[in-house]
Every structure is written in structure tokens, then in C-alpha cells.
């Protein structure tokens, strides 16, 4: 349960992230080198597919400070 949570806190600042930086999901799956589609399930929080060592590695790709 506890990985539960982090990767639901992770998504949530991902989530803030690219809003902050009004990047499109398409702009974003560039950034993130995933499919347009995926950023759209995490913008909705389907955490299906997205282990939290993924959620890790895209914020890295997002420059987030972890």
C-alpha cells in the first residue's frame, strides 16, 4: 500500500508539473518520450502500467527536484 501512495503522489506532481508549464499531453509525451495516450491515462490517474520506479523516471525527465 505504501507504493500505492507514492506513486499516486508522484503522479500528482507530475500532474502540477505539466500544468504549471501549460505543456500540451502531446508536447509532454515528447518530453517524457512515452505515447500521447499514456500521458492522458496519468493525467487521469490511471496507474495502471506506470510502477513507481516509471513515476521516478519521469520526473526525472521533468527536471522535478525529488
Not at 499516486?8 to 505539466?18: P, Y
Not at 505543456?23 to 500521458?39: C, F, M
Amino acid at each position: 500500500m505504501i507504493l500505492r501512495g507514492v506513486s499516486g503522489e508522484c503522479r500528482s506532481i507530475q500532474h502540477s508539473f505539466l500544468l504549471e508549464r501549460h505543456l500540451t499531453q502531446t508536447k509532454a509525451a515528447e518530453l517524457l518520450r512515452i505515447d500521447q495516450l499514456k500521458v492522458s491515462a496519468l493525467m487521469r490517474g490511471k496507474l495502471t502500467g506506470f510502477p513507481t520506479e516509471r513515476c521516478f523516471w519521469l520526473l526525472n525527465a521533468l527536471d522535478c527536484d525529488l
